[in-house]
């Protein structure tokens, strides 16, 4: 079992950055891949981007690449997610999540996830 809290989402410009953070409990975080994804009002929850185990790999949705990363400190069991360039459309609720397993055989699906946090809310005003 392992619990993940984000911070960091607040208010801010269109253009403007913010950068998330979700700390992992236990001993095992380098076991899992991490990901963040994000839900806007009336919408589906969606991929923004994943990480690998170690961080050597990372993926993300089309409409992030080049302003927002990933990344992990695994000694301190904490993952992060940088967005810069923010578009009002950026606006929604993030959440992170982890993955137990080592596949990356459909990476975007919600399902491929074990545990999330609880959300952290990001908005960006135009």
């Known amino acids: 079992q392992v619990q993940l809290v984000e911070s960091g989402g607040g208010l801010v410009q269109a253009g403007g950055s913010l950068r998330l953070s979700c700390a992992a409990s236990?001993?095992?975080?380098?076991?899992?891949?991490m990901g963040w994804f994000r839900q806007a009002p009336g919408k589906e929850r969606e991929f923004v981007a994943r990480?690998?185990?170690?961080?050597?790999?990372?993926y993300y949705t089309d409409s992030v690449k080049g302003r927002f990363t990933i990344s992990r400190t695994n000694a301190e069991n904490t993952v992060y997610l940088q967005m810069n360039s923010l578009k009002p459309e950026d606006t929604a609720l993030y959440y992170c999540?982890?993955?137990?397993?080592?596949?990356?055989?459909?990476?975007?699906?919600?399902?491929?996830?074990?545990?999330w946090g609880q959300g952290t809310q990001v908005t960006v005003s135009s």
């Open positions: 999540a982890a993955d137990t397993a080592s596949s990356v055989i459909n990476y975007s699906s919600r399902a491929r996830y074990d545990y």
């Open positions: 236990g001993r095992t975080f380098s076991r899992y891949a």
């Open positions: 990480i690998s185990r170690n961080g050597g790999n990372t």
